[in-house]
């Protein structure tokens, strides 16, 4: 929260006072993922013609995805949880 002549307080976390912008980082490495999500779909689409292969690997790139992305999100979850209450 900025005070009113517009200076971030010197008691305010670190972050605060980067010079940098992390969320830069964030949506560089989604936009990444993004980019090769849609090589890897139209790989698929362009190399193999039988639904059912298509299908198949779609799928398993999908499942392989998805158990990865709910492995990081609850090894993440306690950190998270024990920043945002305070805990040490």
Not at 20 to 30: A, E, I, K
Request: hydrophobic share 40%; proline share 3%.
């Amino acid at each position: 929260m900025k005070s009113s002549d517009g200076q971030i307080p010197e008691s305010s976390p670190a972050w605060c006072h980067a010079s940098f912008d992390p969320v830069g980082l964030l949506g560089s490495l989604t936009a990444i993922v993004t980019c090769i999500f849609g090589l890897h779909f139209g790989h698929v689409l362009v190399r193999l013609q039988d639904h059912n292969d298509r299908l198949f690997h779609w799928s398993l790139f999908s499942s392989s995805s998805l158990i990865m992305g709910l492995f990081l999100a609850l090894a993440s979850y306690d950190e998270l949880r024990i920043r945002c209450s305070g805990e040490e």
